[in-house]
């Protein structure tokens, strides 16, 4: 399967590594600067590579090469536009977090991938974490009866050093805050977890301590389901020293597990009422990962994959994707305002925050 990367940045390594994973046959990358192509591929000791194409506009590189499968990792706010450039012309997209910075660009991928008969994945890889598909697999079995109240936390630290990576970090046009850049996974599990319906979403930030930024580097929520579940959202990158935990509660009446390690890949506990042998092996699983990105990517690219030759939805689509961005837009909206959100949100976009701190 023919495939490419645009954008050549801190993700794009994961990309990568998945592509040659899965052996697909990469044409051509793609990124603004030439320099930041070569060491990816250097990194993946593809840069003697002479197949691969580089380019520094993927629309040239669109118009020069047939493609199946792209994958769209620049910065946060050029992934709309990129995407919908792609879906006109037909090549089936894996779309980094988020999807797009405003709802009526996410609404369009959607619209438009469907009119044209285009697969996109959303990059919400640590669905495919085995300790969150024991968690989903449990859910969907009935195992927890009636669900209570689920919570995600995202305790992690991001210091100067990074946000000057990167210009575009931090920036509402680009980027936005904590909540869409470091939490949207967290964000994405606890929602689709817990039946995905959101009735309402009540959310503060706040700007603490980088105030080198235009957005927040702590933000808190209460959502309220439709099936009559309650959820909290911690999400903040003011954590000292390090990184410390994201970590995913689910409570129903028959059951309580917890998720935890870096990245959501341990479980810390699991119990249920109608535990049985099959539960043990459960108990203190731990998925080892060599970076916070964990394991997933891999196994987003193979399901896409196979999701393009079978001509089904992938696991991970596009309206994961927007569900997961509505999410924040609306904890966003709810501080702007200072009122509870109902969902669903249509007119809200990363831009409508400027100047809010």
Known sequence: MKYALIGCGRIATNHIKAAVNNKLEI??????????????????????????????DYKTMLAENELELVSIATESGIHAEIALYCIDRGVNLIIEKPMAMSMADADEIIRRSEEKGVKVSACHQNRFNIAVQELRAALEAGRFGRLSHGSIHVRWNRNRGYYDQAPWRGTWAQDGGCLMNQCIHGIDLLRWMMGDEVEEVYGVTAQQFHDYLQAEDVGMAVVKFKNGAVGTIEGTTNVYPKNLEETLY?????????IGGTSTNNIDV???????????????????TSNVYGNGHTSLFADMMDAIR???????????????LEMILAIYKSQKTGAPVKLPLTDFASLSMEGEF
Not at 43 to 50: C, I, N, Q, R, T
Not at 270 to 288: I, S, V
Not at 312 to 324: I, S, T
């Open 250 to 258: 689910i409570f129903g009446e028959n059951g309580t597990v917890k």
């Open 310 to 324: 079978r001509d089904r939805k992938p696991y991970v689509d596009a309206v994961a994707g927007r569900n997961a």
């Open 27 to 56: 044409v051509a990358v793609c990124d603004v600067l030439p320099e930041a192509m070569e060491a990816l591929l250097a990194k993946h000791g593809l840069e003697k590579d002479a197949s691969i194409k580089r380019y520094t």
């Open 270 to 288: 699991w119990d249920f009422a109608d535990e049985g042998e099959a539960d043990r092996k459960n108990k203190g699983l731990q998925e080892a």
